[in-house]
């Protein structure tokens, strides 16, 4: 899933800039899928395979959650907690998947109500996950400390995109508001901390799958 969602934007990127439809430094994400082809059918397609094999993989770790809350004797409220984050992670995932098949120069507005939920969900989940992971027994104390850093650096790169945006421009919009035309360079900032928040949260993705999904069968 992770390897998938991380080869569909960097090939995209490289094939975009390669072929002179993007500048090196920096297009935004969503800008990837403004020349349909090849990069724009790569990403779209990629993106959205990413986001439906999420969908059990969410499952899987809710319910393993579940039972290692139970085994704690966690309190209620963590149980609750847990269910809490699965919601939020298949609502962040429908979000995604409309998300990469608006394209962003076609349906300015719908991408960009669902990028912005996509992220606030990812980022909001992140830190309730990691509430409740601290009430499991023997959950790896390095691991948390790297999640809440990776967290922190998540809210961080999505302030700092908000506060690069062009004078004038609606951070959601961005492309309706520039034009079409407009000169990747403008928003450079922007993008790059776009980028940052996309790759912090793979990263912390990834670690807390390596470690919670190990011995784990999608498939029984």
Same mark, same amino acid.
């Given at each position: 899933?992770?390897?998938?969602?991380?080869?569909?934007?960097?090939?995209? $990127?490289?094939?975009?800039?390669?072929?002179?439809?993007?500048?090196?430094?920096?297009?935004?994400?969503?800008?990837?899928?403004? $020349?349909?082809?090849?990069?724009?059918?790569?990403?779209?397609?990629?993106?959205?395979?990413?986001?439906?094999?999420?969908?059990?993989?969410?499952?899987?770790?809710?319910?393993?959650?579940?039972?290692?809350?139970?085994?704690?004797? /966690?309190?209620?409220?963590?149980?609750?907690?847990?269910?809490?984050?699965?919601?939020?992670?298949?609502?962040?995932?429908?979000?995604?998947?409309?998300?990469?098949?608006?394209?962003?120069?076609?349906?300015?507005?719908?991408?960009?109500?669902?990028?912005?939920? $996509?992220?606030?969900?990812?980022?909001?989940?992140?830190?309730?996950?990691?509430?409740?992971?601290?009430?499991?027994?023997?959950?790896?104390?390095?691991?948390?400390?790297?999640?809440?850093?990776?967290?922190?650096?998540?809210?961080?790169?999505?302030?700092?995109?908000?506060?690069?945006?062009?004078?004038?421009?609606?951070?959601?919009?961005? $492309?309706?508001?520039?034009?079409?035309?407009?000169?990747?360079?403008?928003?450079?900032?922007? /993008?790059?901390?776009?980028?940052?928040?996309?790759?912090? /949260?793979?990263?912390?993705?990834?670690?807390?799958?390596?470690?919670?999904?190990?011995?784990?069968?999608?498939?029984?």
């Amino acid at each position: 899933m992770l390897l998938i969602a991380f080869l569909t934007l960097v090939i995209s $990127y490289i094939i975009g800039v390669m072929n002179g439809h993007h500048e090196a430094w920096l297009p935004t994400i969503s800008e990837l899928d403004e $020349y349909a082809n090849p990069e724009g059918m790569i990403w779209t397609l990629g993106l959205t395979f990413a986001g439906i094999l999420s969908i059990p993989v969410w499952l899987k770790l809710y319910q393993k959650w579940d039972r290692e809350l139970r085994a704690s004797n /966690a309190d209620r409220k963590w149980f609750r907690a847990n269910l809490m984050v699965f919601v939020m992670t298949q609502l962040a995932t429908v979000s995604f998947i409309w998300c990469v098949n608006f394209p962003l120069n076609k349906y300015a507005v719908p991408h960009g109500l669902t990028a912005g939920i $996509y992220f606030f969900l990812v980022l909001t989940l992140g830190t309730i996950a990691i509430l409740v992971v601290r009430n499991i027994d023997n959950y790896p104390k390095e691991l948390i400390r790297l999640r809440i850093v990776l967290n922190l650096a998540g809210y961080a790169s999505f302030l700092l995109l908000g506060y690069f945006v062009p004078e004038g421009i609606e951070p959601l919009f961005m $492309y309706e508001s520039l034009g079409p035309d407009h000169l990747h360079g403008v928003h450079a900032w922007t /993008a790059f901390f776009e980028w940052t928040m996309v790759f912090t /949260a793979q990263i912390g993705y990834f670690y807390t799958l390596n470690h919670d999904m190990k011995g784990e069968s999608i498939i029984e």
